[in-house]
């Protein structure tokens, strides 16, 4: 997959992304930066962004570094989310942007898989506001699931 048009793949396959508005403004294998647009319609009863909307936010950037990072290995798995934590700091105001990192190297989680083993593995998201103050952190916890 060519990493300067992961963020159009996701917007034409996940109809989410393109709705909410998620902007794709760096992708690497190992890094995502995703940015979220203020919309009011998108609030809470603060003010801020819904907490589903910032977790959304995160999970996308998450998929899109799991993508990046993988996207040679999709014939022969599919990747899945096990599970997700977030840890909510403040209040999340204005334009939001979502820092995803792959947190194990991903040869490493390509040779589980090759052995026969279906590889958990973490993405660490930092959640920041438009003074690039952090309002919440998200790990979310892929597999790689081998395709039947």
Known sequence: MDLSTLGEAMKSTVPWVRTAGIEFKEVTATRVVTVLPDDPANHN??????????FGLAETASGAVVLASFSEQLA?????????????????????????????????????????????????????????????????????????
């Open 76 to 148: 022969r798995a599919t990747p899945l989310v096990k599970r997700s934590e977030i840890d909510y700091k403040k209040v999340a105001m204005g334009d939001l942007t979502a820092e995803a990192v792959l947190g194990r190297p991903a040869e490493e989680i390509v040779a589980e898989l090759d052995n026969g083993t279906r590889p958990e593995f973490p993405v660490h998201v930092t959640i920041r506001n438009a003074e690039d103050v952090p309002t919440a952190e998200v790990t979310v916890t892929w597999t790689l699931r081998p395709n039947r």
């Open 45 to 54: 009863h603060v003010g801020g962004a819904h907490a589903a909307v910032a």
